[in-house]
């Protein structure tokens, strides 16, 4: 069988193709474009923009294929183990109750035993606002910028603008100032996984942000 190290199986365009990914299960970007194939053991690849590849649904992953979710599909069975020691793991999402609407963050925060939630209403704002917001506050809230840190998040939207090059066409004070704020970490990866897949942390997230909009004043 073909080694699929530095692969990983994914959508582009209605057709299932594998695309090149680092030792963290991350797209390897050049140029704002992701590398794919059709097939393993095709000589041919083809760059095209990240954002038209998408995860496939886990609900429709056959059993049998072997294929484990991806940090773009959900949460890896061994993702703690490729971790560097020390990782601090931050879990984000924003809600709003509609696009504007009534919105809130919410955080979990992870560091070995110990744990952190942020819970935070924002006022009226989008989504994508909310979402982005999330990621903000759980960069403020860490400390320690010398030891690696994981962020989760179940954006494409943010997970575009801040690990595949997309350039915001709104929101561009928010992202410049997130972006900022990456640059002071050491170790700093940002990790897409996919909503409601069951990931306990994110749940729990979506419950934060959810939870400070119904608690708002």
Known sequence: MKDRSGWERMM???HKVWLHVDNDQQP????NKVLIKYQLDQDHEYRV???AVKPIDPA??????GVGRSSLTGKPKDLHDSFPPNTIEAYTDGASSGNPGPAGIGVVLRFGSREKEISKYIGIS???IAELTAIEAALKAIHTTQIPVRLYTDS???YGLLSLGWRPKRNEKLVAAIKKLIGRFKNLKILKVAAH???????????L???AIRGRA
């Open 60 to 65: 429709r992953l056959k059993k049998k294929s």
């Open 197 to 207: 897949a069951g990931i306990d942390e994110n749940e729990r997230a979506d419950r």
């Open 126 to 128: 989008t989504n994508n």
């Open 28 to 31: 390897v970007v050049r140029d």
């Open 49 to 51: 923009p990240g954002e």
């Open 12 to 14: 582009f365009k209605g």
């Open 156 to 158: 494409q939207y943010c």
């Open 209 to 211: 942000a959810r939870g």
